[in-house]
DNA sequence: TTGTATTAATAAAATGAATTGACTAATCTT
DNA sequence: AAGATTAGTCAATTCATTTTATTAATACAA
């Protein structure tokens, strides 16, 4: 519904521009502040005043340019406010402790074998208490708690809950109401969303996307997933199942990982098939960090499931470019950063030969900054993204 | 850039927002449009005045709902406004001069065949001038002209014009500044659009997408194009070039009309092709019209490359959903009326079976309602769509 | 028929954010 | 040492929305 805006919510966006601009720009000066986001200098520095006192940002160095009086510069204060992440899976349950300038604090890794639901919630929130409570982040502020699961999630009519789980990669999961059963027992606001779409929003905050406001976001999970940022924020469309990268079609013949009767990416890049696909070859794969060590040996078999992973994801991306013109695919994920890497490094050459272009540049392949921990990285951004970005929806009623 | 707002941009973007409230939901009162826009009834009533004083909106009928005294309605007013589109390509030059409720008032039609730079522009001059200067739009305020030329677009260093078309399909029009030469003889604010993003934003605006904020535009023109809306505004991409949907590979085989050595979707269906492929078989085919008729008599060339088609759309739809989940998938352009709503009717059908779906819905296929027109109209919008909108980026400066 | 409740619309005053203008202080340039 | 330039802030102004108050029109109930 189109609704208007007034003066409260001017002063709530330049309050998110301004502390943006520290963030990305900083150290920087009240009065460079202003030039940049053509706010008077006055207002600038007023807002700044408001940051201050909350502890958001603190002064830095003196700088002096050419002539006139030196400026205080100002950067982001990293112990202003903390956030926690939680990435959830069947296999596995990460717990960090972010702060306000994304550095990670405090980790805590589960290894789990898909859990009831109840038994994961009390997992969860022994973790967010572990984290909330430690003397690092005593009288801190806290953000909130984000979490990340595995998707397609759901949300129901009153807005209030998210969560179901692919049923059949995950059984006793469905319909699950995972966001009310923490907010019962946890005190802090909750952010749920699935793990790809968090990663994108961890790459696009304080990441490789940190600059880029249109990307795709390619997250090597159990499945395949993507999440897509759109001006600046996730575009989730109409079911919040954008970016389901993982089912298009092979784009010829299937792979010998596939299995069902609906062929699709997807199953190639599932972890479990890839585990399963390598045990049958004499290969006792069980984490994604054992890829590594096939990677590095040059693995036959392995070898041969990548070159297949690297023609699907060529597909996938000569798609995205003709949909979207991207100009930018960031890959993350828990496999290993070795061969994300190795995937980042050969698909410019491998797009260029099937890809048609009349007047575009190809699309640019980044490897993300967040490394293994992605998702858990992304899920603690959930919380900052609300509460700091500069999105323009904040400029708008309800 | 990060930058800030003000007092001037709420402005701005609430009289939009008000306009838009009468235009959508006219006749409308003052009252309801405060509800609506959750301004006060007292800022509504401002913006009303205004929007009278300027003659974009008129008074209608008094309403009485149950009790209270009776609100006289508001809506917009059609004269208060005109605009004029161009859909330009080589076979043919459309001239349309549409009001302020989108209503088309003028038609003029010139079948061309691919003429100079020089010769073009003379006859979109001499257009723009006769539809400008009838009796109707006297003294009236021309909100602008658009233009719709078939894409790929550029647009140079200046940001000020943009224009190139297809060499390959295009002779001797690699970058003319074609905006640039019809500034210099038309005194009116002048907007270039691929013919494909600009119908889209004409059913945005007063078509099939006026209250649908995400959805896929689909373009038959020359050949395949498409216009993504996305929150509202059509999404570019980083080279001007999303929505090229005609450069998807073929699913499986190629099409008989496909003779590149990079087989793409696009080349079954460019219209050349398609004339060239039904004149070897006997069919003497000119117009887009002419497909009318091969429909009607369910010639069976035709209806092999109707079912074509249909499968080729299938694989591009399904992308769009994986990458975007998006709900409306709008079909339009200078293909006859019955065949488009034929695909519109049959793709529901035809990609459920291929769709791989845990909790989401497939997407709608609506036939767009500014018929074959769709280009020029949608041309004649830009202008409107550019003054009007409720875009947020007004609110911010710069 | 009369009094009351409800709603529409606007006038006048208040609010509160950014802006404008004036000023001080710090540094470089000549 | 004087002048130029820049940073930063206080005080006053501006201006669109909001708040408050008022008038007018209608329906409903007694």
């Known amino acids: 519904m189109l609704t208007g805006t007034n003066l409260t919510y001017t002063k709530a966006y330049n309050f ?47 700088l002096q340019k050419k002539r006139g009086a030196p400026s205080t510069t100002l950067e982001v204060n990293p112990e202003g406010a903390y ?24 980790k805590i890794f589960y290894e789990i074998n898909s859990p009831t639901p109840k038994d994961a919630i009390n997992l969860m929130v022994s973790t967010i208490r572990q984290l909330t409570d430690s003397s690092l982040v005593k009288d801190a502020y806290i953000a909130g708690i984000g979490l990340g699961l595995p998707g ?17 990669a995950f059984p006793n999961w469905e319909h699950v109401p995972v966001g009310k059963m923490l907010k019962d027992k946890i005190d802090h606001p909750i952010y749920i969303e699935n793990n790809a779409s968090a990663a994108a929003i961890g790459e696009r905050m304080y990441g490789a996307g940190k600059n880029i406001p249109n990307f795709l976001y390619t997250f090597f999970g159990a499945g395949l997933g993507g999440g897509l940022v759109i001006n600046g924020n996730i575009f989730e469309g109409e079911n919040r ?17 596939s299995t069902s009767d609906q062929p699709h990416i997807g199953e190639h890049f599932n972890l479990n098939n890839l585990y399963r696909w390598l045990n049958e070859h004499d290969l006792d794969i069980k984490r994604p960090e054992d890829l590594a060590n096939l990677y590095n040996d040059k693995n ?61 540049k190809p699309p640019i392949f980044q490897c993300g900054t967040a490394g293994t921990d992605a998702a858990a990285l992304g899920a603690a951004t959930l919380p900052m993204f609300d509460l700091f970005a500069a999105q323009t929806d904040v400029l708008i009623k309800d």
């Open 16 to 62: 998110r521009i301004v502390f943006e601009t520290i963030r990305l720009h900083g150290p920087i000066s009240r009065a460079d502040i202003a030039r940049q986001t053509r706010l008077t200098a006055q207002t600038a520095s007023n807002i700044v005043a408001r940051l201050l006192e909350r502890n958001f940002v603190k002064e830095g160095v003196k």
């Open 83 to 106: 956030s926690v992440g939680l990435d959830f899976n069947r296999d596995h349950l990460t717990g960090i402790l972010v702060d306000l300038a994304g550095n990670l604090k405090t």
């Open 241 to 257: 199942n954008a970016g389901e990268l993982g089912y298009f079609p092979f784009p010829n013949g299937k792979s010998p990982l």
């Open 152 to 168: 397609p999630l759901e949300i129901n009519k009153n807005n209030e809950v998210s969560n179901t789980i692919n049923p059949k």
């Open 300 to 360: 036959e078999w392995f070898m041969q499931w990548l070159d297949l992973a690297k023609e699907y994801l060529v597909s996938i991306f000569l798609a995205a470019e003709y949909f979207l013109d991207i100009e930018i695919i960031i890959l993350g994920g828990r496999l290993p950063y070795s061969i994300i890497e190795d995937i980042a490094k050969d698909l410019p050459d491998l797009i260029e030969k099937p890809r048609i272009s009349i007047n575009s």
